[in-house]
């Protein structure tokens, strides 16, 4: 191999390596605490007063099932344009993400340090089933 062939495939690994790394650390999954306390405990509020009446927890397991190793941010979107079934929408984006919070903590997964956020890396975090 000549010296200009040994280079281009050792900047090629090398670059692949790096790009690897960071793949591996940007990956994370509903299991890794992907949002707060505080958002679980806004979120119930929320879900009692719009949620609750139409859907129960089960409703919920099965939800995040079906949408095992999807990002996050796919269901977020989902829920953000079909519910309230009767004014989908209606709620303010943080709400949702509230919502999404506790029922990712009623079905089982850890709160952590950085709140959830659609607008910061959500697409990024896959949802595991329950």
Known sequence: MNRSVKLATSLLFSAGLVLGV????????????VF???????????????????????FYRDTLRSWNSQPLLYLWENILGTMPAD??????YEE???VIAYILHENGFPTGDTPL???NGMEEISIVAP
């Open 117 to 119: 956020d659609p607008d």
């Open 87 to 92: 004014n989908p929408g209606s709620l303010m």
């Open 36 to 58: 707060t306390q505080a958002q679980v405990d806004s979120g119930k509020v929320v879900y009692d007063a719009s949620c609750k009446s139409c859907h129960n927890m089960r």
């Open 22 to 33: 960071q793949t591996a650390a940007q990956a994370q999954t509903v299991e890794d605490g």
């Open 96 to 98: 949702y993400t509230d």
